[in-house]
Nanobody
Framework: QVQLIESGGGLVQAGGSLRLSCAAS????????VGWFRQAPGKEREFVSA????????SDADAVRGRFMSSRDNAKNTVYLQMNSLKPEDTAVYYC??????????????????WGQGTQVTVSS
């Protein structure tokens, strides 16, 4: 069973950047798709970005397209979310999630069975 651990969150000023990491342990990670989601207080968990098993395909939500990007290094069992030009509305707990890549990478939380614990991102104005 794969376990996921996120890191890299923190406090940053608007316009700044952060890179989140999602490290997998337990077994090989190179046949799993990974999604990034976020949840702000009082709001539902929402899709941010997703990447397929090889890194050849990614998808980003409209709210972050052009600012955020997923990438992965399967040799390190790690997926990254590079976040640039951060805005106060990006403030949330960010989660990575994984499941077997069966050809269509999901962008809905219910399609992922393995979740990390989350990391807080706070963007000040």
């Amino acid at each position: 069973q794969v376990q996921l651990i996120e890191s890299g969150g923190g406090l940053v000023q608007a316009g700044g950047s952060l890179r989140l990491s999602c490290a997998a342990s337990g077994r090989a990670f190179n046949n799993y798709a990974v999604g990034w989601f976020r949840q702000a207080p009082g709001k539902e968990r929402e899709f941010v970005s997703a990447i397929n098993w090889s890194g050849s395909w990614t998808s980003d939500a409209d709210a972050v397209r052009g600012r955020f990007m997923s990438s992965r290094d399967n040799a390190k069992n790690t997926v990254y979310l590079q976040m640039n030009s951060l805005k106060p509305e990006d403030t949330a707990v960010y989660y990575c999630a994984a499941d077997f890549d069966v050809g269509r990478v999901p962008i809905t939380p219910l399609k992922y069975r393995i979740w990390g614990q989350g990391t807080q991102v706070t963007v000040s104005s």
